[in-house]
């Protein structure tokens, strides 16, 4: 390892107006190096890397690039000083070609006025081979290729620019298990090349994968530096929530109630069929499945978004029909959708009018809406999920990943469930804000509520379950007992694989 570092970043902060999102930071990554940046949603990671993209000319500190100071006040000079950066939300041009993506800002010209379709062709292919895609035709528009193959585009046109500093902020969220590998030994061959990286990712997995440092933010400082082969898991998490984590399970000692719900040859034809289960209170209930399973199609059709074809929804004993989400919630049915920002929270309005939003129709005297009812429960609500910043007034739109995800479930609890259809939970939040929900579902559940958890995250159902129901391809194939339930266990079932019970 070089003993100047590629980039240097001393004491650097930045306030906006009521917080100071970095505060005296150190952070440094060498030449060869991969450095992984880790912390809860709202940490001050992704700040610290926009003054780094020169996204701020009021930062205050010090950055080095390669030992010479240097002013990163504008994204043009952060680019001239070697830095590209790969963000989450891709910045393609989805209806232009794969060609005017990657050399966007430098497409080949002869003779000042034409544009040079040979070189064209060649710096693309040059570009696209360096994240094995030369397969591709320069000329195929981004919105025709697949999701992961878009991805390592945004890569290849971060590279052609010849970086000398490259910051991946949560570059496998869209690539899948096989995708992820080759990913990794890309990062392999750049860090060969004496590239220095910025890692930012939420899967600590990966991070003992790819990294050879870890440093951990929280609360917009930096709470320490670690050699990945120095650390465990449980111990970044606990660096970067700040107190200790308990990964045990705890569904052995929940003691089950009654059938609270049960479903009798549920259909809703080209989606699910004749699915039957009961859950019981106090029981979280996991289902799991491969994409297109007709798991979240479930979880709306019993809780009235979607219209149920055939079969039967029994709650407490009682026949009931459900025609919409509504009159679900007057029966102690609620769903937490797992798209949050189109169909789970308004995102232009204040954290308080989402969590209260279900409760309207109660708060209600004649026509007159009484908004000081509901400020006790909107108190309760922002303390017991660690809404952060606790502000009720705070614009939904501008929280983090996590702290949308906790509005959203506070918004159900709200509403005083006995049953709680969670479907995808915890997708794209940080360890924090998941310890944080886990922890209010396993207290839900506690408290008597009937618990049905659709997740695609196995360690997750594994964990929080006390039984999993396998499907696929819309039918219902078993269950899996607590004490049988495992990972393996659910990947070989979701597979068709392995051995399952009969559900009940």
Known sequence: MDLIPALQMKKVSKKFPGTMAVDNVDFEVYPGEVHALVGENGAGKSTLMKMLAGSFNDYTGQIYIDGKEVKLYSPAIAKANGIAMIYQELSLARPLTIAENVLVGRLPVRNKWFLDKKALIEETKACL?????????????????????????????????????????????????????????????????????????????????????????????????????????????????????????????????????EVKNLSRYGFFHHISFCVRAGEILGIAGLAGAGRSELGRAISGVDPVDAGEIILAGRKIKVKNMAQALQYGIAYLTEDRKTQGLALRLTVEENLLAPLIPRHCKGFIYQKQIGTGIVKKLIDDLHISPPDPSRIVGNLSGGNQQKVLLGKWLATGPRVLILDEPTRGVDIGAKVTIHTAIEKLAAQGVAVILISSDIPELVRLSDRVLIMRKGHLLGEIPGKACTEEAVLLAINSEGEIAHAS
Do not use: C, W
Request: glycine share 6%; proline share 3%.
């Open 129 to 261: 081979k360096s994240v094995e895609l030369d397969y591709l035709d320069p000329f195929t528009p981004v919105e025709e290729i697949s999701q992961h193959e878009a991805q390592l585009v945004e890569i290849a046109k971060a590279l052609g620019n010849n970086p000398r500093i490259l910051v991946m902020d949560e570059p496998t969220s869209a690539l899948s298990r096989e995708e992820v590998e080759r990913l990794f030994k890309i990062i392999g061959k750049l860090k060969q090349q004496g590239l220095a990286i910025v890692y930012i990712s939420h899967h600590l997995t990966e991070i003992f994968q790819v990294a050879d440092r870890v440093s951990v933010m929280r609360d917009g400082r930096k709470v320490g530096t670690l050699n990945i082969t120095d650390v465990t898991q449980e111990e970044l998490i606990e660096m970067m929530v700040g107190r200790s984590i308990s990964q045990v399970n705890n569904a052995a000692d929940r003691i089950l109630g009654e059938v609270v719900l």
